[in-house]
């Protein structure tokens, strides 16, 4: 079964510079995760979506991050304009159905460099 | 709102010791609670759960039990090896959705 994939691995980009990464959740996977992780925290969700509708984007900064899940299968998400502050791991996840809430299967995560 | 307290890394054990991590929670309800780790060069990985008071979760010679009374999770192995080095995660969930709340992460490294 092939895992939660995430593009790019890796994006240095200027201060006020925009970004997108995207994600391809386990097939099947109804509900996807977006994740921020600052060195040396634990991951904060950023927004998380059933099928193509969201669920909680509550600490979603919206006046520059969006995210969407055409489809109900890929999804990206997208800074614009990036800051220093959001230099972080982007982490993608998806699982399978609400019966095992809290089961997520991560992709390997988007390293972002904001200088 | 809830929260998840780990100890503190980086922990440094020898090959063959033995690993408490310590966990605390705070939360509304009946919270799942759960362990992930994060391997070198790896995404995060579920390791055990428990989803209700008493219950123990184990899997790969790890094991921690739920307890309510102490609001604790604390994760065990009894005899670690180098192949463990890896961050673990304490987590918690208190809604259907399954949106997780994560403590900061306890750095494990074992030598030979």
Avoid at chain 1, 2 to 25: D, H, L, M, T
Avoid at chain 1, 59 to 64: G, I, N, V, Y
Wanted: hydrophobic share 35%; glycine share 8%; with cysteine.
């Amino acid at each position: 079964e092939a895992g939660v994939a995430q593009s790019p691995r890796y994006k240095i980009i200027e201060k006020r510079q925009s970004v997108a990464f995207w994600c391809n959740p386990i097939s099947g996977h109804a509900t996807l995760y977006w994740y921020q992780q600052i060195l040396g925290q634990g991951p904060k969700l950023l927004i998380q979506f059933q099928n193509n509708g969201v669920v909680d984007d509550s600490q979603l900064p919206k006046d520059r991050f969006s995210a969407e899940r055409l489809k109900g299968v890929d999804s990206t998400l997208k800074i614009q304009p990036a800051k220093l502050e959001d230099s972080a791991v982007y982490l993608c996840a998806s699982s399978p159905d609400a019966r095992r809430a809290g089961e997520l299967f991560f992709g390997e995560g988007s390293r972002l460099t904001v200088l | 709102g809830d929260s998840v307290t780990q100890m503190e890394g980086p922990v440094t054990l020898s090959e063959e010791a033995f690993l408490t991590i310590n966990c605390t929670y705070t939360a509304t309800g009946y919270p799942s609670l759960f362990w992930y780790v994060q391997y070198p060069g790896e995404g995060l990985q579920l390791l055990l759960k428990a989803t209700k008071a008493d219950d123990k979760g184990s899997n790969k010679g790890f094991e921690a039990t739920y307890r309510k009374e102490t609001t604790s999770f604390h994760l065990e192995k009894g005899s670690v090896q180098v192949s463990d080095s890896a961050v673990y995660f304490c987590a918690l969930t208190t809604d259907s959705w399954g949106k997780l709340q994560f403590g900061a992460g306890t750095q494990v490294v074992v030598t030979p």
